[in-house]
């Protein structure tokens, strides 16, 4: 079968053939219709061994496909070597969940790999409450744009969008947005920490998350309490690392939290995935994504982020 191939996990994955995948007990075969390029599947890419046989693995967290009676599903974390980027692969089959009709294959694994982190985040992590205010950074971003839907749709009163030029505030379905190359960005931000954030989703970190971090903890100390707010840390595109004042945190009712696999269980994921899936429904999710077939996935590997590839063997 074809398959996007990862021999050399710095040079990203090649187009070529790969052993077919055979089920075992409480496994699944899934012929596979459409696949994202995500960054976390770039980064488990870049950071997964080889085996010693040598003959490296299938690129690809998860897809949508059709399993052996022909039924529609999104599936996670294919069994190694085999991966979601390729004609067919190997799941367990705890791992899938029913695709909803009238949802088109390619859609639906545009939501779900731009849309799962955030629903997580505010349904499990941090279960957002009705009027509440949610900021997000790389707001311009497949997941982040997404994010700013889901708080919407979750009950967020106003949503904030933290943006690094200008130019990507443009169309963003927020109520504020801040670009942080404008002069007086950072008074900005403090000023919308002042009147009340209740939970920041990050899919930045880095030197943006430093900048968000001062403006929210900055002045604070009141003998009274201050009020409680929840930073969750969904990606490290802009660094993995941050200054962070104890002080700060000290004189500040700032909780920093992260969001992932593992700070969620994969039970977590596969049921909201099944409720991120319904909404995009019903609701009209569809985040911005481009359609290519399996054998340009050298050529798009490596193009920004903030296009999200959908592959289609």
């Not at 059709?66 to 791992?95: H, M, S």
């Not at 201050?226 to 990606?235: I, K, Q, T």
Request: aromatic share 6%.
């Amino acid at each position: 079968m074809k398959a996007a191939i990862i021999t050399s996990p710095g040079d990203g994955p090649r187009y070529g053939e790969f052993h077919e995948p055979e089920a075992n007990e409480g496994e699944v075969v899934i012929a596979v219709t459409a696949a994202p390029i995500s960054p976390v599947v770039r980064t488990r890419a870049s950071a997964q061994p080889i085996s010693a046989e040598g003959d490296g693995f299938v690129a690809g967290v998860d897809g949508v496909g059709t399993d052996a009676t022909g039924r529609r599903v999104y599936f996670l974390f294919p069994k190694a070597p085999f991966g979601a980027l390729a004609q067919r692969t190997l799941v367990p089959e705890a791992l899938t969940v029913p695709v909803p009709d009238g949802l088109s294959d390619a859609c639906a694994a545009a939501v779900a790999t731009a849309g799962l982190a955030s629903w997580v985040a505010l349904t499990r992590r941090t279960p957002i409450q009705t009027g509440q205010t949610v900021l997000v950074t790389g707001a311009n971003g497949s997941a982040g744009g997404m994010a700013l839907k889901v708080a919407r749709h979750l009950g967020a009163g106003r949503t904030i969008a933290v943006v690094r030029t200008h130019e990507k505030l443009k169309g963003l379905p927020a109520d504020t947005g801040i670009a942080l190359d404008a002069p007086d960005a950072d008074d900005r931000l403090k000023a919308v920490f002042d009147d009340g954030v209740d939970i920041v989703l990050d899919f930045v970190w880095g030197s943006v998350a430093e900048r968000l971090l001062a403006a929210a903890t900055a002045g604070r100390g009141s003998p009274a309490g201050e009020p409680s707010r929840r930073y969750l840390v969904l990606g490290t595109l802009g660094g993995a690392t941050v200054p962070i004042s104890g002080y700060g945190l000290q004189s500040s009712g700032l909780e920093i939290l992260g969001s992932g696999i593992g700070s969620a269980a994969v039970a977590d994921y596969l049921s909201s995935v099944g409720e991120l899936l319904a909404v995009a429904q019903r609701e009209g999710f569809a985040p911005p994504h481009e359609v290519r077939p399996l054998s340009d996935v050298e050529s798009v590997w490596k193009r920004s982020s903030d296009v999200r590839y959908v592959i289609q063997p």
